[in-house]
C-alpha cells in the first residue's frame, strides 16, 4: 500500500499537516510514504515510518514544481492521495483514493479542519518522528544541563507579530530569577537560520553558561529532540512553537496579528496567549497592510509571566498525580 502525501511549504502548516500522516501511518502500519512539500518543510519528515522519498517543491515560474511533481511520481500506482495543498494534481495521478483540501473553514482550527478532512474526530495530534541520531545530538547538547530547561522562540517571519525583545528579556529573566517557577534554567534560544541576528540582544541577556543556541546550526529533528526534554517553550506564533507543541512540552504562543482560534498550540499542554488587543482591532489600527510597525505591542510582561508560571506549574502536578 503507498501514500502519496502532498504538504505545505510552510513548517507550520507542515507541521499541523502531519496529524493526517499520522493517521494513515498509525491505521495502515505497512504503507510506503513519499512526502512532497517544501524544502524548508522536508526535514520535519526525515524519520518517517517507511518512508520512500521525499520530494522536495521549491515554487517554481508558471507552476513549474507542479509539473516536476507530476512527472516524478506519474508512473506509480497510489493507493492513497493526500493533497493538502488543493491542487489538481491529485486527480492527474493514477490511484484509487483521493484526499484534497480545497480550502479553510474559519469556523474551525486548522487541526480540527485536517481531522474533519479525514472524518476523525478529535483530530489526531501532529507528530513528528525522530531517528536515533538526532537523539543522540539533542543528548549532546543537552548533557550538562541539571536543572529545568526553557526553550525561547523570540523570531518570527514577521515583524508584526514578533513580540519585543526587550519583553522577552525581561520575560526570561523573571522565569529563571530566584525563587521562580523554572529557576536557574538552561536557557536555549532557537530560530531559522537567517533570524540570528534579530535575536542577538535576547542571547547576549542570558549568563554565560546558562544559555546555548540553534539557528540553523542543527536539523529540525535535533530541535524537536530537545523541544521534548523542554519544561516550558516560550515563542511567537511560528512553525517553532507548532512544533513544541507537537513535542508534548509545555507550550505558549504569544498572538497578536494572527487568529490564535486558528493557529493556537493545539495539544494538551498547548496554550495562547494574545495580546489586549483583538485580532481585529489589531488589523483595523495598522498603518497600512504594508507596513513593517511591530503589533504586539498591547501583550505586556506581566501577562505572560503569569500564563508561563502557571502553565509550568500546572505540568509539574499532573506529573506528580501521575508517579
Not at 155 to 164: D, E, P
Not at 186 to 197: L, Q
Amino acid at each position: 500500500m503507498r501514500l502519496l502525501f502532498i504538504t505545505s511549504n510552510r513548517l507550520g502548516d507542515a507541521v499541523l499537516s502531519t496529524s493526517v500522516l499520522r493517521h494513515y501511518v498509525e491505521t495502515f502500519p505497512a504503507i510506503r510514504v513519499t512526502v512532497a512539500c517544501g524544502p524548508v518543510a522536508a526535514p520535519i519528515f526525515k524519520a518517517v515510518p517507511n518512508l520512500e522519498r521525499i520530494i522536495e517543491m521549491p515554487k517554481q515560474k508558471r507552476g513549474g514544481h507542479w509539473w516536476k511533481l507530476w512527472k516524478s511520481v506519474v508512473l506509480n500506482w497510489w493507493d492513497v492521495i493526500v493533497d493538502l495543498r488543493g491542487s489538481a494534481t491529485a486527480y492527474v495521478l493514477p490511484g484509487w483514493k483521493r484526499v484534497v483540501q480545497k480550502g479553510n473553514d474559519d469556523n474551525l482550527h486548522r487541526l480540527e479542519q485536517l481531522g474533519a478532512l479525514i472524518d476523525v474526530t478529535p483530530p489526531p495530534l501532529p507528530k513528528i518522528w525522530i531517528d536515533q541520531e538526532s537523539r543522540d545530538r539533542a543528548d549532546a547538547l543537552l548533557g550538562n544541563v541539571k536543572g529545568s530547561l526553557l526553550i525561547v522562540g523570540p523570531t518570527s517571519n514577521w515583524v508584526g507579530k514578533t513580540w519585543h525583545k526587550e519583553r522577552f528579556i525581561e520575560t526570561v529573566a523573571t522565569l529563571t530569577g530566584k525563587g521562580a517557577v523554572l529557576e536557574e534554567a538552561h536557557i536555549m534560544v532557537v530560530g531559522a537560520p537567517n533570524e540570528r541576528e534579530m535575536a542577538e540582544e535576547v542571547i547576549s541577556s542570558i549568563p554565560d553558561g546558562r544559555c546555548s543556541e540553534i539557528f540553523g546550526t542543527e536539523s529540525l529533528l535535533t530541535v524537536m529532540a530537545c523541544l521534548e526534554r523542554a519544561d516550558l517553550y516560550l515563542g511567537n506564533d511560528s512553525g517553532l512553537m507548532h512544533m513544541a507543541a507537537a513535542s508534548g512540552c509545555p507550550t505558549l504562543g504569544l498572538f497578536g496579528p494572527s487568529r490564535d482560534e486558528h493557529y493556537r498550540p493545539f495539544a494538551k499542554w498547548g496554550r495562547a496567549i494574545r495580546t489586549d488587543w483583538s485580532y481585529d482591532k489589531i488589523i483595523a489600527n495598522r498603518t497600512s497592510r504594508f507596513s513593517q510597525e511591530n503589533l504586539m505591542e498591547t501583550l505586556p510582561v506581566e501577562k505572560v509571566v503569569k500564563a508561563a508560571t502557571q502553565l509550568v506549574t500546572e505540568h509539574r502536578l499532573a506529573g506528580k498525580n501521575n508517579d
